[in-house]
Structure formats: structure tokens, C-alpha cells
């Protein structure tokens, strides 16, 4: 097989794991969802078609880049990434999967920010922010602008800093879970999470729902350590707002389903 076809095919692969991981996870908090609050999501049916759309094609953006370097690490050794785990020490573990989620939440920070400038916002973040209020389906909806900034922090970080392949899968584990459970309407985390002393440093659904609500504030990904040194963290938002206009929603539908039940 020549080397473009087995690029591509690699390519092509990691896309389609991106996306499946992408439906699987997202589903299945989406389930959660209408378990702990029932029709949170009514009413939100055309919106989540659209996080669905924007979030396969972010898969396409996220599994190329990935799939290239995946072959590379396969078939010419490229990358850091290591198998056997007395390569290093056994406390390097842990620290290199800090360092990595840290690198990243830096990384995002500043783009974040970045995007919320006028320009780049209405060419590219607006997307993200068309969700009003996000569902677990948002966690990838994005612009390809945003979705390629976002698809070259890890594939660049493995050429970087050297990782266990073990380790590399919990980092795109945690990145996976926050970025659903972020957007999901709803707090899954115990309190000691978001309140309290870890609370102070961890972002979970409280502190990233403030910033859908007031944009310019709480940029962050995993850690508020960007947003308190930068003045921009506001704390934790509350979900009352949007249970309040989720049941308002469902009374409309109620009302629409009496009223053309009663003109039928
Ligand atoms: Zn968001
Ligand atoms: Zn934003």
C-alpha cells in the first residue's frame, strides 16, 4: 500500500472514531439527561440537529491531524507517546497527564479569549454560542475555525512531551467527558467538585454555563487558574434560568397540543 493511501485510510479511521466517540458519549449523557431532568432539552430539537451537524464535522477536523500523527507514531516513530511504562517513572504518570490538560487549558484560554474579540467571534465562535442554552450535543459544535484550533493542541503536544499511551488515553477521556458534561444543562459532579477549595481551581458545568450566560467571563477549559490570574473568572452560574424557560417551553407545547387537539 503506498504511503498517501495509508495516511488517508489512517485519516479517515481516526474521523470516524472522533465521531462515533463523539455520538456514544454525547448520547449517552443526553439519556442521562432525561433521566435526572425530564424535557430539560423540549422544544430544543432544531437547535441539537444543528450541535450534531457542526459537531461531525468538527470530527473531520479533529480525526485528520490525529490520524497523520497516529500513522507517523505507528510506522516511523514519530512522537513522544511510550508503550512500556518503566520508561519513565511511575510518578510521571500523573504529572504528564497534568501537563498536558494544563498545556491544553492554556491553549484554550487564550484562544478562547481571542475568539471572543468582534471579528473572530462573528466569523467563527458565534456558532459555539448559537446554543442557547447548550445541550450535551454542543460539546463539539464548532466553526472549522475554532474546530482546527482546538484539533493541533494534543497531535502537537506528542512530538513535545513525552507520554504513556495509557495516559494519553485518560487525557482524551477527561477532555471527552468535560466537554460534554460542560455544556450539559446541569451539574453530574459531586459538590466537592465545583464548591469548596477544589471547587475553586476545577471547572465543571457551574462555571463554564456562566460564561454561555455573560460571554465575556470564565474562558477556561479544566482549570480556573487562567481566569482568576486574569480577572475574568465570575464565578459559578445557576441552571434556574434555563429549567425556568425549559418549562416554559413545555407549557407552550402543552398549550399548542390542547389548543389543536380542541380545534381537531
Ligand atoms: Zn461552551
Ligand atoms: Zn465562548
Redesign the pocket.
Known amino acids: 500500500m503506498s504511503i498517501a493511501l495509508a495516511i488517508i485510510l489512517s485519516a479517515s479511521a481516526m474521523t470516524l472514531i472522533v465521531g462515533v466517540r463523539y455520538l456514544i458519549t454525547s448520547g449517552a449523557f443526553a439519556v442521562a439527561t432525561r433521566v435526572r431532568h425530564p424535557g430539560l432539552y423540549t422544544g430544543l430539537d432544531p437547535q441539537i440537529r444543528r450541535e450534531i451537524w457542526w459537531s461531525l464535522a468538527s470530527a473531520a477536523i479533529y480525526g485528520v491531524p490525529a490520524g497523520v500523527v497516529a500513522w507517523g507514531w505507528q510506522n516511523r516513530g514519530w512522537t513522544q507517546v511510550y508503550t512500556d511504562v518503566s520508561a519513565f517513572p511511575l510518578w510521571y504518570l500523573p504529572v504528564s497527564v497534568l501537563l498536558f490538560l494544563f498545556v491544553h487549558d492554556t491553549w484554550f484560554y487564550w484562544t478562547?479569549r481571542w475568539?471572543?474579540r468582534p471579528k473572530p467571534f462573528r466569523v467563527a465562535?458565534a456558532v459555539?454560542?448559537a446554543s442557547r442554552p447548550p445541550t450535551a450535543w454542543a460539546a463539539m459544535a464548532f466553526h472549522p475555525i475554532e474546530a482546527l484550533t482546538g484539533a493541533v493542541v494534543i497531535p502537537l503536544l506528542v512530538f513535545v512531551i513525552p507520554i504513556h499511551v495509557g495516559a494519553l488515553g485518560l487525557v482524551l477521556t477527561i477532555m471527552t467527558v468535560m466537554g460534554v458534561t460542560n455544556h450539559m444543562g446541569w451539574e453530574i459532579f459531586p459538590r466537592f467538585m465545583w464548591q469548596g477549595p477544589m471547587g475553586t481551581w476545577l471547572i465543571t458545568a457551574s462555571h463554564h454555563q456562566r460564561?454561555h450566560e455573560r460571554?465575556g467571563c470564565n474562558?477556561g477549559l479544566y482549570f480556573r487558574f487562567w481566569d482568576r490570574l486574569c480577572r475574568t473568572d465570575e464565578g459559578l452560574g445557576d441552571f434556574a434560568r434555563d429549567r425556568a424557560r425549559a418549562a416554559a417551553r413545555r407549557e407552550r407545547r402543552d398549550a399548542d397540543r390542547r389548543h389543536s387537539g380542541g380545534a381537531a
Open positions: 478562547h475568539m471572543h465562535h459555539h454560542h460564561h460571554y474562558y
